[in-house]
């Protein structure tokens, strides 16, 4: 059974740092894009960063850009959300997603994921 676990959320003041992880077991996704999604309070599930099987292509969402840095290590099946200078508008529901096919370019649309996790809550106090 394939899972994709996320931690490290928590209570932020704004201008701190938090990092997420995402575990994923059940099968590897060392061959797979990955990404991170949010759901914002009263708001639909939006884009946050994605990274390709192999670190070499990245893309994150103009609202985090230069603020939240997305990375990976294969040999763990796991992928981080590093976040820093974090604002209220950054409380949401963090979402860890994964894509089935092998290798592709990074995709930022919610469509092309496969595999989500259950999420962990971030919320940034200002």
């Known amino acids: 059974q394939v899972q994709l676990v996320e931690s490290g959320g928590g209570l932020v003041q704004a201008g701190g740092s938090l990092r997420l992880s995402c575990a994923a077991s059940?099968?590897?996704?060392?061959?797979?894009?990955m990404g991170w999604f949010r759901r914002p309070p009263g708001k639909e599930r939006e884009f946050v960063a994605a990274?390709?099987?192999?670190?070499?292509?990245?893309h994150s969402a103009g609202s985090v850009k230069g603020r939240f840095t997305i990375s990976r290590d294969n040999a763990k099946n796991t992928v981080y959300l590093q976040m820093n200078s974090l604002k209220p508008e950054d409380t949401a529901v963090y979402y860890c997603?994964?894509?089935?096919?092998?290798?592709?370019?990074?995709?930022?649309?919610?469509?092309?994921?496969?595999?989500w996790g259950q999420g962990t809550q971030v919320t940034v106090s200002s």
């Open positions: 997603a994964a894509v089935s096919a092998g290798f592709g370019s990074v995709r930022v649309g919610e469509e092309a994921y496969d595999y």
């Open positions: 059940g099968r590897t996704f060392s061959w797979n894009t």
């Open positions: 990274i390709s099987w192999n670190s070499a292509d990245t």
